[in-house]
């Protein structure tokens, strides 16, 4: 049972236009949300966070939106560079302060 | 500062071998520490979690094992491997009791890209 969700395997981004990676979950326990970037052969790298108090969190050129309603978050990079080419990784915090990753979305920036 | 170290960063190992993958945290006491995995085409997957010495949680059944013989140290085992353990292997560390209070941001290491023929 997946209980978070990253839906697009790829995203493919012109430079300098917007980057939206999606990510939605099932558990409505989860108090946190964390965005990853991973580069091929590294490990994961932490890139913005938020609370399940909170609907948005900024830093940057990277703003992460949640709705919890929905259950649903976003990372929204504007503008995106071709560095920030990479594997996205949502995860979200839950029992005993674990955390549960989503799959993972290929973000792909154009020059 | 605090850095982890994992190694070694590539394996490649015949089918029915033992392994042992290791990771050391420095500049921090009393970690959090885990072990993931990423198997081509998929997420991160929690294998082991540790809150202290010999203190481990297996998060599921398979063909590993975890040790954590110090503080900083923590390793990763099979007496026997599977084609199915082929992956990339990392090891992570988060700051110990966080309570309600901040994220649980792990700190990962360099991962360690393990092939069994």
């Known amino acids: 049972d997946q209980q978070v969700k990253q839906n697009s395997p790829s995203l493919s981004v012109q430079e300098g236009r917007i980057s939206i990676l999606n990510c939605d979950y099932t558990?409505?326990?989860?108090?946190?949300f964390l965005w990853y970037k991973k580069y091929p052969a590294e490990g994961p790298t932490f890139l913005i966070s938020i609370s399940s108090i909170k609907d948005k969190n900024e830093d940057g050129r990277f703003t992460v939106f949640l709705n919890k309603s929905a259950k649903h978050l976003s990372l929204h990079i504007v503008p995106s560079q071709p560095g920030d080419s990479a594997v996205y990784f949502c995860?979200?915090?839950?029992?005993?302060?674990?955390?549960?990753f989503g799959a993972g979305t290929i973000l792909r920036v154009k020059s | 500062s605090q850095t982890i170290h994992q190694w070694p960063a590539t394996l490649v190992q015949p089918v029915g071998s033992p392994l042992s993958l290791e990771c050391t945290v420095e500049?921090?006491?009393?970690?959090?520490l885990y072990w993931y995995r990423q198997a081509a085409g998929r997420g991160l997957q929690l294998l082991f979690y540790s809150i202290g010495i010999d203190q481990i949680s297996s998060e599921v059944p398979q063909n590993l094992s975890a040790s954590r013989p110090q503080d900083r140290q923590f390793i990763l085992s099979s007496k026997k491997l599977l084609l199915s353990d082929s992956g990339f292997y990392l090891c992570?560390?988060?700051?110990?009791?966080?309570?309600?209070?901040?994220?649980?941001?792990?700190?990962f290491g360099a991962g360690s890209r393990l092939t069994v023929l």
């Open positions: 500049g921090t006491s009393n970690p959090n």
């Open positions: 992570a560390w988060s700051a110990f009791n966080l309570g309600s209070s901040g994220a649980n941001v792990l700190t």
């Open positions: 558990n409505s326990m989860f108090d946190y």
């Open positions: 995860a979200a915090r839950g029992y005993g302060n674990k955390l549960v």
